[in-house]
């Protein structure tokens, strides 16, 4: 497993500063990402009735089919804008539709992921840069500075 170099080491405090920020974007992200699916099956709908029609003259779900693969198109870029900024803080994004994410931190001198994961009060877990969510180990003994 590759690791990312770290473009920015947090401490547990600053990584929960930044979680009001997270928590805003990942209900923007939601937010897009139902609208593409929505506009996505949408635009399939059309494409499998239509077929080749679809970009005819004649073809009266023509206006249709271009405003929503041009929202389809927005919304892609949008929710790559969304995803960009999340890693423009430092965080490294796991899965945004369950909301997890890792910053780096340091634990007893060791470069570790502090993780966090949606819904989660505040980052309570790390675990290893070559471990995953499933050998996240409580912060809660260790000396929150």
């Not at 690791?3 to 923007?28: G, H, I, N, R, Y």
């Not at 949008?78 to 423009?88: F, G, M, P, T, W």
């Not at 369950?98 to 007893?108: A, K, N, P, Q």
Request: aromatic share 8%; hydrophobic share 35%.
């Amino acid at each position: 497993m590759r690791v990312e170099p770290p473009s920015k080491v947090f401490t547990v405090e600053q990584a929960d500063a930044l979680l009001p920020d997270l928590e805003q974007a990942f209900q923007e992200m939601d937010l897009r990402s139902t609208r593409l699916r929505e506009t996505t099956e949408l635009v399939q709908d059309l494409e499998e009735y239509w077929g080749n029609r679809i970009g005819d003259l004649g073809c009266p779900d023509r206006g249709r089919y271009a405003t929503l693969v041009r929202e389809r198109d927005d919304l892609q870029v949008s929710l790559s804008e969304d995803i960009a900024r999340v890693h423009a803080l430092g965080v490294l994004l796991k899965d945004f539709q369950s909301g997890l994410v890792d910053f780096y931190g340091i634990i007893d001198g060791r470069l570790v992921f502090l993780c966090w994961r949606r819904g989660e009060p505040s980052v309570e877990f790390y675990h290893t840069l070559e471990g995953g969510f499933a050998g996240r180990k409580p912060l809660a003994p260790l000396p929150r500075k």
